[in-house]
Structure formats: structure tokens, C-alpha cells
């Protein structure tokens, strides 16, 4: 019988299922990949068939054999390959000569060939290993832990997130993301106060992280209006959050480059694609044909039958397009949106003012730059012309510190910096408040007036 609080539900969601996207960890590196059945994964240098993770826990922790098949590794197997409780006080008599190890490198090898795992290597090295006694309790650990990043091939599957996968584009690829630091865009959605039910607007060029960030936060519920450059947007990043297909029936699409037509009243949703107006225009003589085999003609139609095929499904891409394009107008054309968010690696300021235009009065917005100087340009802009108030520039710093028993103190390499964001919140600004009380409705200014007569007759 099922649970009625939903416990199972809850535990099928927590298990790893083929299509979705996961994350493999080894030590500090991540990748992004599909769970597919007999499809081999590169990781690390390392072949590896995800078929043995298919219904297992996310979190779970595999060993990779030779043929490259995960093993479900046990919690037991965790506590350390060594008993010997035998340590040194110090470290000072200690030479590194390079012959503190009697396994040579052909030694290893042939322990590998054998079918020995990382952790029964290991215990072969301290067991071979004539300083390892002598050394402090510490630089024992610390031994371990470097051979069992050398010899142990364990992966761990993560859950797709916001934390894990900027970790993993800052530490693999992180010029694709603008060099944006995990804790940088951490603040970019607070700033930015992106939320369940909000209507948001995103100019990116990061991947299409920030865009499921920003998906991610606010759950599902509410509208996302991707602003993009060139052909198309880039969305490499947001696919890898792996969302359900209702989350994608919240984001909508629209061109930068139709931003000032939109504005100005000009855009013009029918506009027919030129290319395919020529290629239905230009069609093939059939009259020059004077006289064809059984099985040329058999071949000529069949090339028929698909270029018809192919003109029919970009027809039908093409509409599907235009209303795309029709949805996220009308989401923008109400100028009414709850926040901008910007991470480009163009300059931000030409954007920034045009799409302000859009946002609601008393709306945060956030602008993210991997240089200080176009975001003081933007902040100049925005104090000469006004539209916005509670401007911040600011940048993070980030430190991470090791803390162990006796051991605590800050980790010498450290990110040297973690870019640049600009902050406000948008106001009305003078000339709509006056176009505003304006076009008050007449009857309250009769009203007031009555009162005023009113009033001063009784004096």
C-alpha cells in the first residue's frame, strides 16, 4: 500500500533514473553527463558504463573496474586501508631521496594487472614504504589521501544544482561563464529577489547557468523571458538541470536585436522567412524530363516525397517559432516585469538601459560584469537619467579553510577574485509621474474642488 505522507514518492525522486542528467565527482573535479544505457562516458582519462547506476541512491559512491563498469562501493569500505598506529614526532630527520619505496613503478603496474583494488595498492606502498612509521600522525593522512587520489577510481553521482554545476563550469570550463564564482551568483539571485511566481527577465551569455539558476529558484511557477544575441539562444547549461517539462512551459524566448521594435511599436510577428518563400518558388522544370526508367522515376519521387517532408517540418518549426516569439512579446509588451538579471560578456550599459524599460517600478534588477569599469559606466548612466535608486557596486571575496583537529587554518590557493555586480531598484521616473497625474481621472478633480469651496465657504 502506498505511503500517504508520500515517502516513496519522495525516495523514487532520490533515485538515479536513465535520461536524466547527473554529476560524477572524483575529489574536486565534476562533469555533467546523460544517463544512457551501454553508452560508454569518458571521466577522468576513464571509460565508464552508467548502466549499474540506473535505480540507485543519488550520493552513492561506485568503484570503476578495468572494463569500466561501476561497482556499488559499501559504507564499511570508507574507514582507512591502515591499522598501524605508529607515528613519528616530527618530520625533521626525514630525506626525500626517492628511496623511502621499494615498489617500482613496474611493481604497481604488475598489482594492477593482478586485479588488486586502490585500497589493497595503497596498503602495499605504506607497507613498503620505510619512512611511513616515521612520519607524524598528519603527514600520514596526508599520504593516504594523495595515494588514494592517484590509485582509488571511485565516482560519485550527484543531483544536478545551482551549487554543483557552477562548481563545475568555474572549475573545468570558466571562461564559458563569464569566470562567474558559485558564491557570485549566489548573490545574484538574492539581489535579484528571484522567486516562485515572479516574471523575470534574463540577458545571459554563461551557458545558460544563470537562466536554470534562475528556473531552479523559482521552482516551476511564474515566467522567464530569455533574452539572447545572435540565431538563438545557447541553453547548454540549463539542460543539464535536468527539469521536468513543465518547468520549460515557464521559459520563453526573445531576440535582441527586435528589442527597439518592440519598443517603438514596429514588430511585425508574419514576416516570412525569405529562404523558404526562394526554395518554394524554385521548383525543378518536370517538362525537361523527356523519358524515365521504372526505377529512376521510383527514385525522383521518393526525392520528392522528402523534400516535401523536410519543407513541411520547417514550415511547421518556423510557426512554432513565430509563436514563441508572439508569447514572449506579450510578456514584455505589459512592461511589467519583477527583475532583470544580466551576465554577458558584452558590454552590459547599451542593454541595461534599454531593457529596464520593461521592469515594473520598485523592482530589483542585478547586473553581473567580470570588470569593474562597464558596470561604472552603467552606474554613471543610471545617476545621470534616473529610473533607478539604491545603487550598488560591489564584489565578493571567497576563502575556503580547512578545519580539522588541530589542523584549522585558511587554504593557501584561494579564487583571486570572484567579478563585479551592480545592484538598484528601479522607480518611476519624473516625466511618467507627471504624464501620470495628468491623465488622473476628471471626476476626482471635481471632487477635490467641491471639497475646496466647500471648505472655504464654511470659513
Known amino acids: 500500500m502506498a505511503d500517504p505522507l508520500g515517502v516513496e514518492s519522495d525516495e523514487e525522486e532520490c533515485r538515479i533514473c536513465e535520461g536524466e542528467y547527473v554529476v560524477l565527482k572524483r575529489g574536486e573535479v565534476y562533469k555533467s553527463v546523460q544517463v544512457e544505457k551501454r553508452k560508454k562516458v569518458i571521466f577522468e582519462k576513464q571509460w565508464i558504463f552508467m548502466d549499474n547506476a540506473v535505480g540507485q541512491l543519488y550520493g552513492s559512491t561506485f568503484e570503476v573496474d578495468s572494463g569500466g563498469i561501476l561497482n556499488l562501493r559499501k559504507p564499511k569500505q570508507d574507514e582507512d586501508s591502515t591499522d598501524n598506529k605508529e607515528a613519528g614526532l616530527d618530520n625533521r630527520h626525514i630525506v626525500d631521496d626517492g628511496k623511502s619505496q621499494k615498489l617500482t613503478r613496474d611493481d604497481i603496474e604488475s598489482l594492477k594487472e593482478q586485479g588488486l583494488k586502490g585500497q589493497e595498492i595503497i596498503q602495499q606502498l605504506i607497507d613498503n614504504s620505510t619512512t611511513f612509521k616515521d612520519k607524524t600522525e598528519f603527514a600520514q593522512e596526508k599520504y593516504i589521501k594523495k595515494k588514494k587520489k592517484k590509485y582509488e577510481s571511485n565516482v560519485t553521482v550527484l543531483k544536478p544544482s545551482c551549487r554543483i554545476l557552477a562548481m563545475m563550469y568555474h572549475g573545468r570550463e570558466p571562461g564559458k561563464i563569464c569566470h562567474l564564482r558559485y558564491d557570485t551568483l549566489a548573490h545574484m539571485l538574492t539581489m535579484g529577489n528571484i522567486h516562485a511566481g515572479s516574471k523575470i527577465i534574463v540577458f545571459e551569455t554563461c551557458a545558460g547557468l544563470v537562466l536554470g539558476s534562475v528556473m531552479e529558484r523559482m521552482g516551476g511557477h511564474g515566467s522567464v523571458v530569455q533574452m539572447y544575441p545572435g540565431g538563438g539562444p545557447v541553453r547548454a547549461g540549463m539542460e543539464s538541470f535536468g527539469f521536468p517539462s513543465h518547468f520549460h512551459e515557464t521559459l520563453h524566448e526573445f531576440p535582441l536585436c527586435k528589442v527597439n521594435a518592440l519598443l517603438s511599436g514596429t514588430l ?192
Open 268 to 459: 511585425n510577428l508574419d514576416e516570412k522567412d525569405m529562404d523558404s518563400q526562394s526554395e518554394e518558388g524554385s521548383s525543378e522544370p518536370q517538362s525537361m524530363e523527356v523519358s524515365l526508367d521504372p526505377a529512376e522515376a521510383k527514385k525522383r519521387e521518393e526525392r520528392e516525397k522528402l523534400r516535401e517532408q523536410k519543407a513541411q517540418e520547417k514550415k511547421a518549426k518556423l510557426e512554432e517559432k513565430r509563436k514563441r516569439l508572439a508569447a514572449a512579446a506579450a510578456l514584455l509588451e505589459g512592461r511589467n516585469a519583477d527583475g532583470l538579471v544580466i551576465a554577458s560578456r558584452f558590454s552590459p550599459c547599451s542593454a541595461l538601459l534599454c531593457l529596464l524599460k520593461f521592469v515594473a517600478p520598485s523592482r530589483p534588477f542585478v547586473v553581473y560584469c567580470q570588470y569593474r569599469e562597464p558596470l561604472i559606466e552603467c552606474y554613471t548612466k543610471l545617476r545621470e537619467q534616473g529610473g533607478a535608486i539604491s545603487l550598488r557596486l560591489t564584489d565578493s571575496w571567497l576563502r575556503h579553510y580547512q578545519v580539522l583537529p588541530n589542523r584549522t587554518h585558511p587554504v593557501l590557493l584561494m579564487s583571486g577574485g570572484g567579478g563585479y555586480l551592480l545592484s538598484g531598484i528601479t522607480v518611476a521616473s519624473a516625466a511618467s509621474g507627471a504624464q501620470q497625474k495628468s491623465s488622473e481621472p476628471a471626476a476626482k478633480r471635481i471632487k477635490l474642488d467641491e471639497i475646496t469651496s466647500t471648505a472655504d465657504s464654511s470659513a
